[in-house]
């Protein structure tokens, strides 16, 4: 009996939560004039696609919805690769300067990266006079960034999961005459990707998320802006298309949710790692 | 393992290349621009640069609004942290008594509202508590009310955003915590007759210390640094900048006013306060016996 009242109180706290969400897709299939209506209901009888249709042509929601695709993914791909390489290296080996270069990774997570806008606006400035792809309004200069953000907690992260993997096993690659690019690729490589996973998920969400540096950077390139700044877009002093912002926070939702969802047993594991090492 | 420091290396030279570059660079570039003054002229070659040495900062400190800004950014950050931990122990705990279906619904909302990112986020909050169309106003049958007006209500507003998001880290993280003490522990407190109250604050609580202060500190440390939210909701610091936070603050400095001398000088103070929050941090990663 107790129990079952402790259970409801759990569902009703979890519709609570997910209400906000609710409302955005309920709010992005309502027909327009449900959405700007004084008299919002919970529920709609007419449900149409006009939003997302204004979202996707009248917006060209489509074009930012791929160039943030593109940023996450080409930083996902780098910051494995790297990270991979350089957690392996930190937990291998023992070599001078390896304490010191593990304090400075940690140090270096807490730097609050919005303060870095100011010089990196300018470093992307003078980058994009050689190489303008990764320059100031093009989306190399996000890549970038987000690779330099999202390295030392991949690094940090994927640590544990390196040192996991029992040294015994490289010598026995090693006996059955395994060269060491091939130890790292064939062996390594495959048993921590439960923890590449966790810290690619991780640097794609903060890659897709990421306002503050899409609307630093891309300043006069409307084609080459990401979604949160496209969002902002629809937001109007005065007269918002609702709808349209619905349902363009709802396409910019999905994706993340979906990874969450996927690699929650992951992700859980992934951070008590690294809350742990 | 010896001799091998130059693979070793290879391996981390991507990594420092881009760290280097990167963060450690501009960090240092940060210093030194807060040292300038450093404008629109200074930016495009209209005027030469002068070094101020710490005018910046002193210009910063003797501003009635730094300091107003500081205490609101302390203030806010306090709010959402006190918010987030107790909205997420109390759930954790929640979830520790139900059975796994009604946990399993808790936390797939809470995945939704964590994973949710902080732009769509900050805009469907804004709908929800729009003054005309807003579903809340409908509720509290409080039409035509804005809630973004009132410099107050304002914050009220994206610190329950801010808590709405954060709070799903607490939970998760500290219901594993929970679920990690071994049941051996617990009955052998019940064994010794420790009632649920007493066996809550003299075993588990003890037990779950490490995971508190690591909980805690990260709060703090991203709710110091909310941009987004403040941003998006407060259309840029609310009217005449009355909801500014210092991150928001040191932006609009920089890129608005075209102060970029001023706006690396607020990173810094920033940087630094984060720094010392992080060397507790540290601390407490240390005694929870961490191994570098």
Redesign the interface.
């Known amino acids: 009996m107790r129990r079952g009242l402790t259970e409801s109180v759990t569902v009703v706290i979890a519709g609570v939560v997910a209400f906000p969400l609710f409302w955005m897709v309920l709010s992005a299939f309502k027909p327009e004039d449900e959405v700007i209506s004084a008299d919002p209901r919970p529920w709609t009888l007419r449900p149409s696609l006009d939003s997302f249709t204004r979202a996707l042509t009248v917006q060209n929601f489509g074009r930012y919805f791929m160039n943030s695709v593109i940023v996450a993914l080409v930083v996902v791909a780098l910051s494995i690769l790297i990270s991979f390489l350089a957690a392996t290296a930190l937990t291998r080996f023992r070599f001078r300067s390896r304490t010191t270069l593990l304090i400075m990774l940690l140090v270096v997570q807490m730097v609050p990266i919005e303060a870095l806008t100011v010089p990196l606006f300018f470093l992307m400035r003078s980058v994009g006079d050689s190489v303008p792809m990764f320059g100031l309004n093009h989306l190399g200069s996000l890549v970038l960034v987000h690779l330099a953000f999202s390295l030392p907690f991949a690094i940090w992260m994927l640590r544990g999961f390196v040192a996991a993997v029992p040294v015994e096993l490289e010598e026995a690659a090693t006996l059955d005459g395994a060269s060491r690019f091939r130890f790292l690729w064939q062996v390594l490589f495959p048993l921590v990707a439960p923890g590449l996973v966790a810290t690619s998920v991780l640097s794609f969400i903060h890659a897709w998320n990421d306002f503050l540096f899409a609307k630093t950077f891309i300043i006069s390139a409307a084609e080459n802006q990401t979604l949160p700044l496209a969002l902002q877009v629809f937001v109007k002093p005065d007269q918002n298309d609702w709808g349209a912002i619905m349902a363009g926070s709802t396409l910019m939702t999905i994706p993340v949710l979906v990874f969450f969802v996927l690699v929650q047993r992951n992700l859980v594991s992934g951070l008590a790692g690294a809350v742990k090492g | ?1 010896r001799g ?2 130059r ?3 290879a ?2 030279t ?2 420092l290349l ?2 280097g ?7 240092y ?2 210093v030194l ?1 807060s040292l300038y003054d450093y404008g629109q002229e200074q930016v495009s070659g209209g005027a030469p640069l002068t070094f101020l040495g710490l005018g910046n900062y002193q210009k910063l400190l003797g501003d009635q609004q730094f300091w107003t800004v500081l205490g609101q950014t302390v203030g806010f950050a306090a709010v959402c942290v006190v918010g987030t931990l107790l909205v997420g122990a109390c ?1 954790a705990i ?2 520790t ?3 796994t279906w ?2 399993m ?17 900050s ?3 804004l ?2 508590f ?1 003054a ?4 809340v106003n ?1 509720i509290l049958g409080t ?1 035509g009310y804005s809630w973004t007006f009132d410099k107050w209500t304002a914050f009220g507003l994206v610190a329950a955003q801010v808590i ?1 998001c954060s709070f799903p ?1 607490v939970m ?2 500290l219901y ?1 915590g929970i679920k990690a003490i071994p049941a051996e522990v617990l009955e052998a407190a019940a064994l010794d007759g420790a009632s649920t109250l007493r066996t809550a604050v003299s075993v588990t609580l003890p037990l779950l210390k490490p ?1 508190l202060i ?1 909980v805690t500190i990260q709060s703090i ?1 991203w709710d ?2 909310v ?2 939210q403040i ?2 909701m407060t ?1 840029g610091g609310g009217i005449a900048g009355r909801n500014l936070v210092l ?1 928001v603050y ?2 609009q400095q ?2 608005a006013a075209s102060e ?1 001398g001023l ?2 000088a ?3 103070v ?2 630094a306060v ?2 010392v ?2 060397l507790f ?2 601390r407490a ?1 240390r005694r ?1 016996g ?3």
């Not at chain 2, 619904?105 to 986020?121: C, E, I, K, N, R």
């Not at chain 2, 005309?132 to 579903?135: H, L, P, R, Y």
């Open positions: 393992m091998h420091a693979v070793a290396f391996y981390l991507p990594a881009v760290l570059g990167l963060l450690a660079y501009p960090i570039q940060l621009i759930l929640l979830c008594r139900v059975r009604a946990r619904v808790l936390f797939l909302a809470a995945l939704g509202a964590w994973s949710t990112p902080a732009v769509a986020g805009t469907i909050w709908f929800l729009d005309n169309f807003g579903f409908e039409t709405w880290f998760v993280t594993a995971i690591v440390i110091f640094k941009f987004t941003y998006v259309n991150n040191a932006y920089a890129f970029y706006g690396a607020i990173g810094v920033m940087t984060l720094l929050i992080t941090y540290l990663l929870q961490e191994a570098l």
